[in-house]
């Protein structure tokens, strides 16, 4: 084995090779280091937008919902919630009211969906991260209090302390519109939510919105988080066909789910393109190992005449091409692990650098560039630049074993 590894390194490092196959093996170790590099840090991307979503915007919305079907709302509500609430797959439940309407301040007019809330329930909400301290036991003193995405305030120039009115539109039994409630809700305080969800978001009294809207009952239904929010789609049916009355039932993958099969579709391409790029990167190695084996025809003949074996001859040849590939993968994976580190430092500093911004936070539930480094994609990254490159070397090191002495020697 030494004895094949030391032929290789003296072949790779041989002065006298030709210019053109010293750039070709250069190019095959460069690319097969970028292509890790850039599959480990893109894929540390996907993770951190995949943490985020989870850590951020599935805080807020609720996991699951069960949603009464008649008007007048979900019957027995509490004993559901003392029902769910002993599920050790969940985490919190609540009752909820939705109410969607207009939002009116002087001329202006925005669309707004209102989640009214108990803040008994909410007080209990461990989630409840999001919203300033003060502003939250402003909103639990006053029924008529209201909270507020940014993107909606932006809009209607509305500051904390203003009075807005909100239009609640009503359907008779027949199925016909009727002059819509008329409420003055006072604004405690900002919802800092992040992306389209702070556009058109509030929170008010789940009193009030009863009321208002004539669910006799209450609430109009129960919404509930899970220990495991990706569960959500299996358990939420499983507890709704278990309730006494039938319901809507709804899970965040339907409603915010296109951003997770976004990010799982791009990780997907991703990795399937940079695979790719490393594989055409180690055919480089095949084509320098092809024109080294024909170059150094003489010397292979005559170790083979000293006595060489065709498997010395072979380990020979792959090891060269490994080399290439080893130090590649190498460099890559180190360089990857290193910037995908410190992704969100680097991203600052270019974006304060350059005057921009990567991400908007009016477009997307984050501003910021987030990543999440895991260690298994990292080993399979690696285990894959290695072995295509060995994969790579087969060819040529085989080429090389057959090469007869007599005819080059007699040449």
């Known amino acids: 084995m030494s004895l094949a590894f030391t032929l290789a390194w003296r072949f790779r490092k041989d002065k006298r090779q030709n210019a053109f196959i010293s750039f070709i093996s250069a190019s095959s170790t460069v690319g097969i280091g970028l292509g890790c590099f850039v599959l480990i840090l893109l894929l540390s991307v996907m993770n951190g937008f995949e943490r985020e979503l989870q850590d951020r915007l599935l805080a807020v919305i609720p ?48 669309a ?32 008529n209090a209201v909270l507020l995405g940014q993107g909606v305030m932006a809009f209607l120039d509305l500051k904390i302390g203003d009075r807005v009115q909100l239009l609640l539109p009503q359907v008779s039994p027949d199925m016909s519109l009727r002059a819509p409630v008329s409420l003055w809700l006072d604004m405690t305080g900002s919802l800092d939510i992040g992306g389209e969800l702070s556009n058109h978001l509030g929170v008010m009294h789940m009193s009030l919105a009863a009321r208002s809207l004539g669910v006799d009952t209450g609430a109009q239904g129960i919404r509930m988080r899970f220990n ?10 499983e507890l709704g066909f278990a309730m006494r009355q039938e319901v809507y039932m ?18 997907g391409v991703v990795y399937l393109a940079l695979i790719l790029v490393i594989g055409v990167a180690c055919f480089n190695i095949v084509s320098t190992l092809v024109m080294a084996v ?25 090891y060269q091409g490994m080399v290439n590939g080893l130090i590649g993968t190498l460099w890559g994976v180190t360089l990857g692990v ?26 997307y539930f984050i501003d910021f560039l987030p990543s999440e480094l895991h260690w298994d994609e990292v080993g399979m990254t690696t285990a894959i630049a290695l072995f295509l490159s060995g994969l790579a070397t087969l060819y040529p090191a085989f080429k090389a074993a ?6 080059v020697l007699g040449h």
Not at 250 to 267: A, F, H, K, M, P
């Open 63 to 110: 996991h699951g919902e069960f949603t009464a079907v008649g008007a007048q709302g979900l019957d027995g509500w509490q004993d559901e919630v003392v029902k769910l609430s002993a599920d050790p797959r969940v985490t919190f439940v609540e009752p909820f009211v939705k109410a969607t309407g207009m939002l009116q301040k002087g001329n202006e007019l925005k």
């Open 112 to 143: 707004i969906e209102m989640s009214a809330l108990s803040p008994d329930f909410a007080l209990q909400n461990q989630q409840i991260t999001h919203i300033n301290d003060a502003q939250w036991q402003a909103f639990i003193r006053n029924e």
């Open 228 to 237: 495991d929010a990706f569960a959500a789609p299996s358990v939420v049916p």
């Open 250 to 267: 709804s899970d965040w993958t339907r409603t915010e789910g296109n951003l997770y099969q976004d990010i799982q579709l791009v990780r």
């Open 294 to 318: 024909n170059e150094k025809q003489s010397e292979i003949a005559m170790l083979k005449s000293m006595g060489a074996k065709d498997s010395l001859i072979i380990r020979t040849f792959m």
């Open 338 to 363: 290193l910037c995908a580190s410190y992704l969100a430092s680097i991203a600052r500093f270019f974006e304060q650098l350059l005057g921009i911004k990567f991400l908007s936070g009016d477009v």
């Open 402 to 407: 057959k090469i007869e002495p007599a005819k």
